[in-house]
Structures are given as structure tokens and as C-alpha cells.
């Protein structure tokens, strides 16, 4: 694989994602991994004092998944990673449904867990993905949190 090439490995969906295969892909790509981090975002129920029923999410779609294979391909190089995964849902989330995974590999737990943490941080920032929490009080859109 090339760096900058699309892949499997970064992807925006609508349906939700297997945390077992994507740990199972990640551990296939190499032997060489000693540590892997994930992230698992979830939908929370409550949110700033209000009860959230749903939370929808819309994307810039290819500019998202640019981003998102940017993100990963630095993420390989800053971190020294075997690899790493990312998706993120998009559409209508229930409350403690899952929305976001990503899962980085290295040769060693430390620069796993650091790539995990940057990736997530990242993401929020410079993929564009907005969300909008659905209320009983009405809905409203979210300025993303460091």
C-alpha cells in the first residue's frame, strides 16, 4: 500500500461496526505489533443538562474520508505504527450506540495509546463531521470538544 491510498481501513458508514473485526483486520496487517489502543465513541444519553435521545451526524463525505486517510497516514508516520483504523458513523445514533472507532498498532503499547489519543483529538478537529443532538427540548447542533 502506498501512503495517501484509500483503503478499508478508514471509512464513514452508516451502519454500525464490529469491534472484533476491526481488531482482527488491524492484527492481520502485521506481526510486528506488541501493543494495540482503541477508542470506542459512544452516544451519551445526557449532554450540557439535557436528555439526548439520538444524536445524527452528516459529513462532508469525501473531504471526511481525505481527512480521515491524512490523519492515519501521520499517524503511521509520528507514532511509528504498524497501522491504524478509523470509522465514524454518520447518519442517526441512538443513545449508547456506538459511533466512532479507531485502533492504532505498534510495536509497543506507549506510542499505541499515544497515536489512539492524537487520532481521536484530531479527528474532532479537522474532519468535517457535524453532529446534532436530538432532544425532547428540541435539537441543536455541537461545537466539537477538544
Not at 491510498?5 to 506481526?31: H, Y
Not at 436528555?51 to 469525501?62: L, N, R, W
Amino acid at each position: 500500500m502506498t501512503k495517501g491510498e484509500f483503503t478499508d481501513a478508514v471509512r464513514i458508514q452508516q451502519e454500525d461496526f464490529s469491534q472484533d473485526e476491526e481488531i482482527r483486520a488491524l492484527q492481520a496487517s502485521s506481526k510486528q505489533m506488541g501493543g494495540i489502543a482503541t477508542f470506542i465513541g459512544c452516544a451519551r444519553d445526557f449532554s450540557e443538562g439535557r436528555k439526548v435521545t439520538q444524536i445524527s451526524f452528516d459529513a462532508y463525505g469525501s473531504m471526511a474520508l481525505a481527512e480521515m486517510n491524512k490523519l492515519r497516514d501521520e499517524a503511521i508516520v509520528k507514532f511509528a505504527l504498524q497501522d491504524a483504523r478509523i470509522v465514524h458513523r454518520v447518519g442517526v445514533v441512538g443513545a449508547g450506540e456506538q459511533i466512532v472507532f479507531i485502533a492504532a498498532g505498534a510495536e509497543h503499547r506507549a506510542p499505541a495509546l499515544q497515536a489512539c489519543n492524537w487520532l481521536i483529538d484530531e479527528l474532532k478537529q479537522r474532519v468535517p463531521i457535524w453532529k446534532k443532538e436530538i432532544t425532547p427540548q428540541g435539537d441543536s447542533w455541537v461545537t466539537p470538544h477538544p
